[in-house]
């Protein structure tokens, strides 16, 4: 399953507060997706040795050298092709966004053409983003890409492209200008360009005679495509119109310029805004709400994907790119950025170890064979953390509101001490590289180690009640099965006053729809007993597994949640429980 709502802004030189390219990028999948932090070594390759990734994709010679990486990888069960991001020893920045829904469908690909690959092979080779974007037309014009079709950012600290690819051998590319802020959603952005501007676009060679050929364009003049429009040719106006493309894309023109576009073919690929924009305000863009979702509706603050950073973003990054790439940074939340801090760090001075749980070479083996025990739940796997804080904070409004306090004051105090950090790190690096990349480093551990303590923290307001699933395992293909799942009483709690009416089970990972898990299990029935011995009646609640096991997979020891409310106060639970076929 493709993931279909990331978001993403890009900042030009000129248009920018710090006078470099800022990116920011919401990273969103459906589904239960570990994330991880690597630093990949540059590496020397054997003759002949060939790149492998999807089991059906095709296998690309290496070549003799390759360069170093910060790896964020989308861990997923059936492994993600397109949601992982790069930023390489060069400078390079590498992130795409979904625009599936094309009228290229069934277009061919040769060998079993390129998808991951194009992320992977770009971060490993290219020294520049107009190289990286070179190397990805070579991949596109020799293999092939699979998916129907994405936008790709490569950017370094000179330029930023971005590049939409079809499915198939056809793409176009656009070099985003220095005053200039691009953003697009999940359809194509890339409209009326200059195909003549061959500085700036970069377009396959048959891009308008095919749009021509299969009839979704038509020039006004016979031979004058002055009037061709990409995303009008080659993307269904049902993908630009839907609510969760067109109302983020919304959301950002409303908070950079004031302006309101209702009509979403309006809407350009661009804008130059009036004030320049700071790496904070692109943080806004990214955790940004939209003013048209009731929030009253499900009790959930976070329930669709109208929101730039929604119920599906697991990952979120800001990245200013410097001349000297040392001295880059980055400011990431290490899961929604809604009800996440962005905590910033060195990418070139590697991430803390801790920011993931296998190593780089582990890591790459899983990405598309990943198994049940990577899969599994277990808090020496920090990433649980930062992703149970959240799905706490979602249902505890009070909480939320005193956590995103927090968070005002843990940027601002942030921002106010890296000026300073940066001025050391400079300092050190003219004497010594290697000792400023050491320092850099401990304040990426410091950072991380702090934000880790922070959703620690936030765990154990969080989590104060207990519930136990009174079955080890539940089947996946039990349609008529039922578990009970106890709610036990506390000195201070009475599970007796529970509100039947809004108590769910199930697991907290939005569905395959991108939506807020709406087939997680009803009550059939609660009893009120002493289960535990301690005098005190307990809930003992009858969920039918079916519900409750809705987006789990097999052979995972997954984390199921009760959420429920008692004397009106919002309550979450959650036990963990084998999840068979």
């Keep these: 399953m493709s993931n279909q709502a990331c978001f993403t802004v890009i900042v030009g030189k000129k248009a920018s507060s ?52 910060w790896w964020t990888q989308t861990l ?27 009228v290229e469908k069934d277009e061919s690909v040769n060998e079993g053409g390129v998808g991951y690959g194009i992320r992977r092979i770009t971060a490993e080779r290219a020294h520049s983003a107009r190289e990286a974007l070179q190397i990805a037309i070579e991949l596109v014009e020799k293999y092939g890409y699979t998916h129907q079709g994405r936008t790709y950012t490569f950017a370094d600290h000179n330029e930023a492209w971005q590049m939409a690819i079809l499915r198939g051998h056809r793409y176009l590319a656009r070099k985003v200008q220095d005053d200039e802020v691009a953003f697009l959603a999940n359809a194509y952005s890339l409209a009326n360009v200059d195909l ?49 493309n067109k109302e983020r894309v919304q959301t950002l023109v409303k908070m950079v310029t004031g302006e309101t576009i209702e009509d979403h073919n309006a809407i350009p690929q661009s804008i130059v805004p009036k004030k320049k924009l700071t790496p904070w305000d692109v943080q806004s863009i990214l955790r940004a709400q939209s003013d048209q979702v009731d929030r009253s509706v499900t009790g959930w603050h976070l329930y669709d994907l109208r929101d730039i950073g929604n119920i599906d973003t697991h990952d979120s990054v800001v990245i200013k790119l410097t001349k000297d790439p040392l001295f880059t940074v980055a400011w990431r939340s ?7 801090a962005f905590v ?13 749980f296998m190593s780089p070479e582990v890591g790459m083996r899983a990405q598309f064979h990943a198994t049940s025990e990577q899969l599994s739940f277990s808090f020496d796997k920090n990433v649980f953390a930062f992703v149970l804080a959240e799905q706490f904070l979602d249902w505890m409004p009070n909480l939320r509101g005193e956590v995103l306090n927090q968070i005002k004051d843990y940027e601002a105090r942030k921002a106010h001490e890296l000026e300073s950090i940066e001025a050391r790190a400079k300092s050190l690096a003219a004497i010594d ?41 539940l089947s996946l293909t039990d349609e008529t099965g ?47 007993k002493d289960a535990d011995g301690d005098g005190r ?40 429980v084998l999840i068979t076929e």
């Design 18 to 69: 710090t006078g470099e390219i800022i990116i920011g990028h919401n990273e969103d999948n459906d589904r239960r997706i570990l994330t991880n932090q690597y630093w990949v070594q540059a590496a020397t390759h054997e003759k002949g040795e060939v790149i492998e990734y999807e089991p059906t994709a095709a296998k690309i010679p290496q070549v003799e050298k390759t360069l170093g990486y």
């Design 334 to 340: 290490h899961a929604r950025p809604y009800e996440t």
């Design 196 to 244: 003549t501007d061959k500085d700036n676009v970069i377009a396959s060679p048959d891009l308008v005679e095919h749009a021509i050929q299969i009839g979704t364009y038509k020039p006004a003049k016979a031979g004058d495509f002055s009037d061709f429009n990409f995303r009008e040719a080659y993307q269904p106006d049902r993908r630009r119109a839907v609510p969760w």
């Design 76 to 102: 997923a069960p059936e492994g993600y092709s397109f949601s992982d991001g790069f930023f390489n020893e060069a400078g390079v920045f590498i992130t795409s966004n979904n625009c599936g829904d094309t």
């Design 433 to 473: 590289r290697e000792r400023a990349a050491a320092f850099m480093h401990s304040y990426n551990v410091l950072n991380y180690n702090e934000a880790l303590g922070a959703a620690s923290s936030i765990l154990m307001k969080a989590n104060r009640q207990d519930i136990v699933i009174l079955k080890d395992e």
């Design 482 to 528: 039922t578990v009970d799942v106890v709610l036990l009483s506390q000195k201070d709690f009475d599970a007796t006053k529970l509100d039947v009416s809004v108590t769910e089970f199930g697991s907290a990972w939005s569905d395959s729809d991108n939506q807020l898990n709406r087939f997680r299990a009803k009550p059939l029935k609660v009893v009120f």
């Design 537 to 576: 009646k307990d809930a003992v609640i009858t969920f039918p597994i079916k519900g409750a096991v809705a987006t789990t997979f097999k052979g995972v020891t997954t984390e199921l949640f009760l959420f429920t409310k008692v004397n009106g106060e919002p309550v979450a639970a959650f036990d963990t």
């Design 344 to 356: 910033p760090s060195f990418p070139m001075a590697k991430p803390a170890l801790t920011q993931s």
